[in-house]
Protein backbone atom coordinates (compact mmCIF):
# COMPACT_ATOMS: atom_id res chain seq x y z
CA UNK A 1 0.00 0.00 0.00
CA UNK A 2 1.63 3.44 -1.09
CA UNK A 3 0.18 6.68 0.65
CA UNK A 4 0.64 9.79 -1.16
CA UNK A 5 2.50 12.00 1.08
CA UNK A 6 4.79 9.22 3.07
CA UNK A 7 7.68 10.24 1.91
CA UNK A 8 7.63 13.64 3.70
CA UNK A 9 7.19 12.26 6.89
CA UNK A 10 10.23 9.97 6.86
CA UNK A 11 12.03 9.87 10.04
CA UNK A 12 9.55 11.09 12.16
CA UNK A 13 9.23 9.98 15.64
CA UNK A 14 6.87 7.97 16.68
CA UNK A 15 6.43 6.64 20.61
CA UNK A 16 4.49 3.53 20.56
CA UNK A 17 3.35 2.52 24.18
CA UNK A 18 1.99 -0.76 24.79
CA UNK A 19 2.29 -3.61 27.96
CA UNK A 20 1.79 -6.56 25.21
CA UNK A 21 4.97 -7.52 23.67
CA UNK A 22 3.34 -9.14 20.68
CA UNK A 23 1.75 -5.95 19.77
CA UNK A 24 4.65 -3.98 20.61
CA UNK A 25 6.79 -5.60 18.28
CA UNK A 26 4.28 -5.68 15.42
CA UNK A 27 3.68 -1.87 15.74
CA UNK A 28 7.32 -1.34 15.65
CA UNK A 29 8.07 -3.60 12.94
CA UNK A 30 5.61 -1.97 10.33
CA UNK A 31 6.32 2.07 11.47
CA UNK A 32 9.98 1.17 11.06
CA UNK A 33 9.25 -0.22 7.71
CA UNK A 34 7.70 2.71 6.36
CA UNK A 35 10.61 4.83 7.25
CA UNK A 36 9.77 6.17 10.77
CA UNK A 37 11.88 6.52 13.69
CA UNK A 38 10.08 4.31 16.79
CA UNK A 39 10.70 4.27 19.85
CA UNK A 40 8.87 1.19 21.99
CA UNK A 41 7.92 1.32 25.80
CA UNK A 42 5.76 -1.20 27.92
CA UNK A 43 4.26 1.33 29.94
CA UNK A 44 3.02 4.79 31.06
CA UNK A 45 5.56 5.40 33.59
CA UNK A 46 8.57 4.76 30.69
CA UNK A 47 6.13 6.94 28.17
CA UNK A 48 6.49 9.56 30.56
CA UNK A 49 10.15 9.71 30.82
CA UNK A 50 10.46 9.07 27.14
CA UNK A 51 8.49 12.02 26.46
CA UNK A 52 10.48 13.92 28.53
CA UNK A 53 13.65 12.67 27.70
CA UNK A 54 12.95 13.90 23.62
CA UNK A 55 9.31 14.87 23.03
CA UNK A 56 8.06 12.57 19.85
CA UNK A 57 6.31 13.61 17.07
CA UNK A 58 3.43 11.18 17.52
CA UNK A 59 2.23 8.65 20.39
CA UNK A 60 0.26 5.34 19.97
CA UNK A 61 -0.96 4.94 22.85
CA UNK A 62 -2.77 1.35 24.78
CA UNK A 63 -5.25 2.24 27.43
CA UNK A 64 -4.71 -0.93 30.04
CA UNK A 65 -1.37 -0.98 31.24
CA UNK A 66 -0.29 -0.92 35.14
CA UNK A 67 0.62 1.36 37.48
CA UNK A 68 -0.39 4.34 34.83
CA UNK A 69 -3.02 3.66 32.06
CA UNK A 70 -3.66 5.53 28.81
CA UNK A 71 -6.10 7.89 30.20
CA UNK A 72 -3.59 9.34 32.85
CA UNK A 73 -0.68 9.29 30.46
CA UNK A 74 -2.62 11.51 28.17
CA UNK A 75 -3.85 13.39 30.87
CA UNK A 76 -0.31 14.17 31.79
CA UNK A 77 0.71 15.01 28.92
CA UNK A 78 -2.09 17.32 27.92
CA UNK A 79 -1.33 19.22 31.57
CA UNK A 80 2.50 19.90 29.98
CA UNK A 81 2.43 23.07 27.98
CA UNK A 82 5.81 21.56 26.40
CA UNK A 83 3.64 17.80 25.48
CA UNK A 84 0.40 18.87 24.82
CA UNK A 85 0.38 19.87 21.36
CA UNK A 86 1.83 15.99 20.12
CA UNK A 87 -0.88 14.16 18.80
CA UNK A 88 -1.77 10.80 21.06
CA UNK A 89 -3.80 8.55 19.24
CA UNK A 90 -5.47 5.48 21.69
CA UNK A 91 -5.24 2.02 20.06
CA UNK A 92 -6.80 -0.48 22.20
CA UNK A 93 -9.35 -3.61 23.32
CA UNK A 94 -11.90 -1.60 24.71
CA UNK A 95 -14.77 -1.16 22.35
CA UNK A 96 -17.12 0.47 24.24
CA UNK A 97 -18.69 4.40 23.51
CA UNK A 98 -17.35 5.60 27.28
CA UNK A 99 -14.34 4.60 26.78
CA UNK A 100 -13.69 6.46 22.94
CA UNK A 101 -15.44 9.88 24.50
CA UNK A 102 -13.03 9.19 27.67
CA UNK A 103 -9.94 9.23 24.86
CA UNK A 104 -11.15 11.82 22.98
CA UNK A 105 -12.20 13.83 26.62
CA UNK A 106 -8.11 13.24 27.81
CA UNK A 107 -7.27 14.92 24.51
CA UNK A 108 -6.62 12.06 21.97
CA UNK A 109 -7.16 12.74 18.36
CA UNK A 110 -7.90 9.40 17.48
CA UNK A 111 -9.02 6.11 18.60
CA UNK A 112 -8.00 2.52 16.80
CA UNK A 113 -9.86 -0.99 18.24
CA UNK A 114 -7.61 -3.68 18.72
CA UNK A 115 -7.05 -6.09 16.96
CA UNK A 116 -6.68 -3.44 14.27
CA UNK A 117 -5.86 -3.81 10.34
CA UNK A 118 -2.50 -2.42 9.33
CA UNK A 119 -3.45 -0.02 6.69
CA UNK A 120 -5.92 1.85 9.11
CA UNK A 121 -2.81 1.99 11.54
CA UNK A 122 -0.60 3.56 8.71
CA UNK A 123 -3.47 5.77 7.69
CA UNK A 124 -4.12 6.96 10.37
CA UNK A 125 -0.44 7.60 11.57
CA UNK A 126 0.39 9.33 8.24
CA UNK A 127 -2.96 11.71 8.74
CA UNK A 128 -2.38 12.34 11.78
CA UNK A 129 1.65 13.16 11.73
CA UNK A 130 0.87 15.20 8.48
CA UNK A 131 -1.90 17.93 10.44
CA UNK A 132 0.56 17.99 13.23
CA UNK A 133 3.28 19.10 10.43
CA UNK A 134 0.75 21.49 9.15
CA UNK A 135 0.17 23.13 12.42
CA UNK A 136 3.62 23.12 13.10
CA UNK A 137 4.10 24.72 10.20
CA UNK A 138 1.07 27.29 10.63
CA UNK A 139 2.07 27.91 14.29
CA UNK A 140 5.98 29.02 13.03
CA UNK A 141 3.72 31.04 10.44
CA UNK A 142 1.87 33.43 12.77
CA UNK A 143 5.32 33.63 15.33
CA UNK A 144 6.89 35.13 12.07
CA UNK A 145 3.85 37.47 11.53
CA UNK A 146 3.16 38.30 15.11
CA UNK A 147 7.40 39.43 15.65
CA UNK A 148 6.98 41.12 12.29
CA UNK A 149 3.75 43.39 13.27
CA UNK A 150 5.65 43.63 16.62
CA UNK A 151 8.37 45.84 14.53
CA UNK A 152 5.99 47.28 12.57
CA UNK A 153 4.56 49.07 15.22
CA UNK A 154 8.03 49.72 16.99
CA UNK A 155 8.50 51.61 13.63
CA UNK A 156 5.41 52.92 13.57
CA UNK A 157 5.66 54.52 17.05
CA UNK A 158 8.76 56.15 16.08
CA UNK A 159 6.79 58.05 13.73
CA UNK A 160 5.06 59.73 16.57
CA UNK A 161 7.13 62.38 18.75
CA UNK A 162 8.94 60.84 21.81
CA UNK A 163 9.24 64.16 23.44
CA UNK A 164 6.66 67.27 23.28
CA UNK A 165 7.69 70.72 23.64
CA UNK A 166 7.79 72.66 25.94
CA UNK A 167 6.12 75.49 26.13
CA UNK A 168 6.18 78.36 28.42
CA UNK A 169 2.96 78.20 30.28
CA UNK A 170 1.44 75.35 29.24
CA UNK A 171 1.34 71.72 30.23
CA UNK A 172 0.88 69.41 27.79
CA UNK A 173 1.05 65.47 27.21
CA UNK A 174 0.03 62.62 24.36
CA UNK A 175 -0.71 59.12 24.69
CA UNK A 176 -1.48 56.09 22.24
CA UNK A 177 -2.36 52.88 23.27
CA UNK A 178 -3.19 50.49 19.97
CA UNK A 179 -5.33 47.79 20.54
CA UNK A 180 -3.46 45.75 18.55
CA UNK A 181 0.41 45.41 17.71
CA UNK A 182 -0.05 48.45 15.30
CA UNK A 183 -2.46 51.49 15.46
CA UNK A 184 -4.85 53.29 12.73
CA UNK A 185 -4.40 56.34 15.53
CA UNK A 186 -2.07 58.67 15.31
CA UNK A 187 -1.12 62.19 16.96
CA UNK A 188 1.60 65.02 16.25
CA UNK A 189 2.95 68.22 18.30
CA UNK A 190 5.58 69.96 16.76
CA UNK A 191 6.47 73.14 17.47
CA UNK A 192 7.43 75.87 14.52
CA UNK A 193 9.93 77.97 14.35
CA UNK A 194 7.62 80.60 14.36
CA UNK A 195 6.47 79.69 17.93
CA UNK A 196 3.70 77.90 17.08
CA UNK A 197 2.89 74.75 17.78
CA UNK A 198 0.73 72.21 15.11
CA UNK A 199 -1.92 69.67 16.83
CA UNK A 200 -2.86 66.59 14.87
CA UNK A 201 -4.77 63.96 15.93
CA UNK A 202 -6.19 61.56 13.51
CA UNK A 203 -7.49 57.93 13.67
CA UNK A 204 -7.64 55.77 10.54
CA UNK A 205 -10.86 53.67 10.17
CA UNK A 206 -10.45 49.88 10.75
CA UNK A 207 -7.36 48.60 11.99
CA UNK A 208 -4.54 45.77 11.02
CA UNK A 209 -1.53 46.52 8.43
CA UNK A 210 -3.26 48.87 5.83
CA UNK A 211 -4.34 51.09 8.42
CA UNK A 212 -0.59 51.26 9.71
CA UNK A 213 0.49 52.37 6.18
CA UNK A 214 -2.08 54.59 5.38
CA UNK A 215 -1.34 56.34 8.67
CA UNK A 216 2.37 56.43 8.29
CA UNK A 217 1.71 57.87 4.79
CA UNK A 218 -1.13 60.32 6.50
CA UNK A 219 1.16 61.64 9.38
CA UNK A 220 4.24 62.29 6.22
CA UNK A 221 1.99 64.48 3.88
CA UNK A 222 0.56 66.39 6.96
CA UNK A 223 3.55 67.93 7.72
CA UNK A 224 4.78 68.68 4.25
CA UNK A 225 1.58 70.52 3.94
CA UNK A 226 1.57 72.23 7.39
CA UNK A 227 4.93 73.83 6.36
CA UNK A 228 3.02 74.88 3.03
CA UNK A 229 0.27 76.28 4.63
CA UNK A 230 1.17 77.28 8.27
CA UNK A 231 -2.00 79.55 9.34
CA UNK A 232 -4.93 77.89 7.32
CA UNK A 233 -5.54 74.70 8.50
CA UNK A 234 -8.58 73.91 6.11
CA UNK A 235 -5.58 73.86 3.13
CA UNK A 236 -3.87 71.48 5.32
CA UNK A 237 -6.66 69.48 5.11
CA UNK A 238 -7.87 69.95 1.45
CA UNK A 239 -4.43 69.57 0.13
CA UNK A 240 -3.46 66.21 2.33
CA UNK A 241 -6.83 64.87 1.40
CA UNK A 242 -6.09 65.44 -2.27
CA UNK A 243 -3.02 63.47 -2.23
CA UNK A 244 -4.69 60.36 -0.19
CA UNK A 245 -7.10 60.16 -2.94
CA UNK A 246 -4.48 60.18 -5.48
CA UNK A 247 -2.11 58.01 -3.94
CA UNK A 248 -4.23 55.57 -2.37
CA UNK A 249 -7.18 55.29 -5.30
CA UNK A 250 -7.94 52.12 -4.74
CA UNK A 251 -7.83 51.57 -1.32
CA UNK A 252 -11.30 51.87 0.85
CA UNK A 253 -9.53 53.11 4.01
CA UNK A 254 -9.94 56.82 4.92
CA UNK A 255 -9.69 59.04 8.44
CA UNK A 256 -10.70 61.83 10.55
CA UNK A 257 -8.89 64.71 11.47
CA UNK A 258 -8.10 67.05 13.75
CA UNK A 259 -5.74 69.48 12.73
CA UNK A 260 -4.78 73.11 14.92
CA UNK A 261 -2.39 75.62 15.51
CA UNK A 262 -1.65 77.34 18.30
CA UNK A 263 -0.43 80.14 19.44
CA UNK A 264 1.08 79.94 22.98
CA UNK A 265 2.06 83.24 23.76
CA UNK A 266 -2.10 84.65 23.08
CA UNK A 267 -3.79 81.41 23.50
CA UNK A 268 -5.29 81.83 19.87
CA UNK A 269 -5.95 78.32 18.49
CA UNK A 270 -6.83 78.00 14.88
CA UNK A 271 -8.26 74.66 13.59
CA UNK A 272 -10.12 72.39 10.79
CA UNK A 273 -12.26 69.08 12.08
CA UNK A 274 -12.35 67.03 8.86
CA UNK A 275 -15.02 64.26 10.75
CA UNK A 276 -13.41 63.71 13.92
CA UNK A 277 -15.09 63.95 17.41
CA UNK A 278 -15.13 67.30 18.51
CA UNK A 279 -12.26 68.57 21.57
CA UNK A 280 -13.11 69.12 24.70
CA UNK A 281 -12.18 72.46 25.94
CA UNK A 282 -12.50 73.09 29.80
CA UNK A 283 -13.05 76.58 30.80
CA UNK A 284 -11.29 77.94 33.94
CA UNK A 285 -11.24 74.28 35.65
CA UNK A 286 -14.04 72.88 33.63
CA UNK A 287 -16.56 72.51 36.12
CA UNK A 288 -19.06 75.28 34.94
CA UNK A 289 -18.47 75.97 31.01
CA UNK A 290 -17.19 73.30 28.29
CA UNK A 291 -16.85 74.11 24.75
CA UNK A 292 -17.14 71.75 21.84
CA UNK A 293 -14.20 73.77 18.82
CA UNK A 294 -16.25 72.08 16.20
CA UNK A 295 -16.75 73.03 12.58
CA UNK A 296 -16.44 70.02 10.91
CA UNK A 297 -16.06 68.95 7.46
CA UNK A 298 -16.30 65.40 6.16
CA UNK A 299 -13.50 62.88 6.59
CA UNK A 300 -10.12 62.62 4.38
CA UNK A 301 -10.13 59.82 1.90
CA UNK A 302 -13.54 59.75 0.37
CA UNK A 303 -13.87 63.19 -2.13
CA UNK A 304 -11.94 64.44 -3.63
CA UNK A 305 -13.33 68.10 -2.35
CA UNK A 306 -12.67 71.69 -0.43
CA UNK A 307 -15.78 71.48 2.38
CA UNK A 308 -13.43 72.23 5.16
CA UNK A 309 -14.18 75.30 7.09
CA UNK A 310 -11.13 77.07 9.46
CA UNK A 311 -12.66 77.59 13.11
CA UNK A 312 -11.18 79.40 15.79
CA UNK A 313 -10.91 79.64 19.66
CA UNK A 314 -9.48 82.04 21.98
CA UNK A 315 -7.85 79.45 25.26
CA UNK A 316 -7.58 81.54 28.70
CA UNK A 317 -5.26 80.59 31.37
CA UNK A 318 -6.82 77.80 33.62
CA UNK A 319 -8.45 76.38 30.75
CA UNK A 320 -7.82 72.32 29.30
CA UNK A 321 -8.49 71.26 26.04
CA UNK A 322 -8.24 67.85 25.20
CA UNK A 323 -8.58 66.03 22.44
CA UNK A 324 -9.60 62.31 21.49
CA UNK A 325 -10.01 59.43 19.23
CA UNK A 326 -13.27 57.90 18.86
CA UNK A 327 -12.12 54.73 20.75
CA UNK A 328 -12.41 56.40 23.95
CA UNK A 329 -16.17 57.34 23.97
CA UNK A 330 -17.26 54.09 21.87
CA UNK A 331 -15.31 51.85 24.45
CA UNK A 332 -17.89 49.46 25.49
CA UNK A 333 -17.90 47.61 28.50
CA UNK A 334 -19.40 43.69 29.13
CA UNK A 335 -22.91 45.33 29.72
CA UNK A 336 -23.67 46.68 26.41
CA UNK A 337 -22.78 50.21 27.56
CA UNK A 338 -20.55 53.07 26.12
CA UNK A 339 -17.85 54.99 28.11
CA UNK A 340 -19.31 58.03 26.04
CA UNK A 341 -18.78 61.72 25.98
CA UNK A 342 -20.27 61.89 29.73
CA UNK A 343 -18.10 59.22 30.86
CA UNK A 344 -15.16 61.01 29.27
CA UNK A 345 -16.34 64.40 30.70
CA UNK A 346 -16.47 62.94 34.31
CA UNK A 347 -13.50 61.23 34.31
CA UNK A 348 -11.81 64.50 32.66
CA UNK A 349 -13.29 67.01 35.30
CA UNK A 350 -12.36 64.53 38.35
CA UNK A 351 -8.77 65.06 37.57
CA UNK A 352 -8.41 68.49 35.87
CA UNK A 353 -6.62 69.95 38.97
CA UNK A 354 -3.61 67.57 38.16
CA UNK A 355 -0.70 67.71 35.52
CA UNK A 356 -1.97 66.94 31.80
CA UNK A 357 0.10 63.86 31.93
CA UNK A 358 -1.98 62.78 34.86
CA UNK A 359 -5.37 63.96 33.41
CA UNK A 360 -4.26 61.59 30.34
CA UNK A 361 -3.14 58.73 32.13
CA UNK A 362 -6.60 58.82 34.95
CA UNK A 363 -8.64 59.14 31.75
CA UNK A 364 -6.79 55.72 30.25
CA UNK A 365 -7.45 54.31 33.97
CA UNK A 366 -11.17 55.16 34.57
CA UNK A 367 -11.69 53.68 30.74
CA UNK A 368 -9.91 50.63 31.94
CA UNK A 369 -12.22 50.32 35.24
CA UNK A 370 -15.27 51.00 33.12
CA UNK A 371 -14.06 47.99 30.56
CA UNK A 372 -13.94 45.65 33.66
CA UNK A 373 -11.11 43.68 32.21
CA UNK A 374 -12.67 43.56 28.34
CA UNK A 375 -10.45 44.46 25.93
CA UNK A 376 -10.71 47.43 24.43
CA UNK A 377 -11.66 46.60 20.87
CA UNK A 378 -10.26 50.11 19.16
CA UNK A 379 -7.07 52.34 19.48
CA UNK A 380 -7.30 54.85 21.97
CA UNK A 381 -5.33 58.30 21.59
CA UNK A 382 -5.67 61.66 23.80
CA UNK A 383 -4.03 64.65 23.96
CA UNK A 384 -4.03 67.36 26.62
CA UNK A 385 -3.42 70.53 26.91
CA UNK A 386 -3.47 73.32 30.39
CA UNK A 387 -2.90 76.50 29.96
CA UNK A 388 -1.58 76.91 33.56
Known amino acids: MSVPGTQDLVKRDILV ?47 RMPVIDGFQVCKALKADPKTREIPVIFISALDELDDKIKAFATGGVDYITKPFQIEEVLARVETHLALYQLRQQLESAN ?120 NPATGKLIYCNAGHPHPLLFRGG ?46 QNSAGEFFGEAGLVQSAQTHLTKPAEQIASAIVEDLRLFMDGKAVADDVALMVLKYK
Open 286 to 331: GHQTIQQPGKTGTPLGLFDQNNWEPGEAQLAHGDVLVLYTDGVVEA
Open 143 to 262: RKMSHELTLAGEIQRSFLPLELPELDGWDVAAQLHPAQETSGDFFDFRLRSDQNVELLIADVVDKGVTAALIMAFSWSIFRTYAEKYPEKPNQVIHAVNHRIIQDTHQSTQFLTVFYAVL
Open 17 to 63: VDDTPDNLRLLTSILSERGYQVRPVPDGQLALAAVKAQPPDLILLDI
